[in-house]
C-alpha cells in the first residue's frame, strides 16, 4: 500500500516523471546488468505470490505498478514477465476467455516483447507454452500460429525449424486442412534433408504422401 501510494494519481506521477531518485534513464532497462529497485522488487514479489495464491483480484489490482515501470526503462524482459503472468491470470480467472479476442490479442503479447528484446529463447519458451496450452483448449489454429512464429525466427543455418514446421502440419491436420499439413510437413522434410536426415525426412515425405497425390511434386517442393 506505501508503494501504491507513491505511485498514484495525476501529481505523483508527474513527480515521479521528474524526479526519477535513482538516476535511471528511459533506457536504463537495456543495461544487460539491470537490477530492479525495492520498490519495483517488492510490486513484483507481490504479483508473483498473489498469482501463486490465485488471489487474482490483488494481482489484477497492483500489476501494473511494476509493468508501467519496466516498459518507461525498457526493461522488456521483466515487462515480458508480467505479460505472460496478466494472459494466465485472465485464463483461469475469466470464464470462457479462450473464446474472447483479447485471448488472441494477448497470446502473442509476451512473445513479440520477447523477439523485440532480442531474447530468441524466452521467446521459444514462452510460444511453444502457449502452443501447449492452445492444444490442451482444442484451439489449432492458434497452436499452429505459435509453432510457425518459431520456425520463421529461427535461423535457416539450423535444422530446428523443421521441428516446429512439423508440430504445425500436425495442428492443421486436425482442422482437417489437408493442404496446409501437406505444405509444412514437406516443407519439414526438405530441411530435415537438406541436413541429411534421412530417416526424417522419408518419414515426412511418407507420411505426406497420400495427401498430395492429386497435386504435381514440384509445385508442393
Not at 499452429?144 to 529461427?154: G, M, S
Not at 495442428?171 to 499439413?181: E, I, S, V, W
Amino acid at each position: 500500500h506505501q508503494v501504491k501510494n507513491t505511485k498514484k494519481g495525476f501529481a505523483n506521477a508527474f513527480k515521479n516523471y521528474f524526479n526519477k531518485k535513482d538516476g535511471r534513464s528511459e533506457n536504463s532497462g537495456m543495461d544487460p546488468h539491470f537490477l530492479m529497485n525495492s520498490q519495483e522488487a517488492s510490486m513484483k514479489s507481490l504479483i508473483d505470490l498473489s498469482y501463486l495464491f490465485q488471489d487474482f483480484r490483488t494481482f489484477s489490482t497492483y500489476l501494473k505498478y511494476p509493468m508501467n515501470d519496466f516498459k518507461s526503462i525498457k526493461a522488456i524482459k521483466h515487462y515480458s514477465s508480467c505479460l505472460e503472468l496478466q494472459f494466465f491470470s485472465n485464463l483461469l480467472s475469466q470464464p470462457n476467455y479462450y473464446d474472447t479476442r483479447d485471448f488472441d490479442h494477448s497470446l502473442f503479447a509476451a512473445a513479440n516483447n520477447y523477439l523485440r528484446a532480442k531474447d530468441l529463447k524466452w521467446m521459444i519458451r514462452n510460444l511453444i507454452i502457449m502452443a501447449d496450452v492452445c492444444k490442451s483448449l482444442e484451439k489449432y489454429e492458434e497452436a499452429a500460429k505459435c509453432y510457425l512464429k518459431i520456425a520463421y525466427n529461427l535461423s535457416s543455418k539450423l535444422w530446428l525449424p523443421a521441428l516446429f514446421f512439423e508440430q504445425a502440419g500436425w495442428c492443421y491436420l486436425k482442422l482437417n486442412q489437408q493442404r496446409k499439413f501437406t505444405f509444412y510437413i514437406v516443407k519439414a522434410g526438405i530441411i530435415y534433408e537438406k541436413f541429411d536426415y534421412k530417416p526424417y525426412s522419408f518419414f515426412c515425405f511418407g507420411i505426406a504422401e497420400p495427401y498430395y497425390t492429386n497435386y504435381k511434386w514440384n509445385e508442393i517442393r
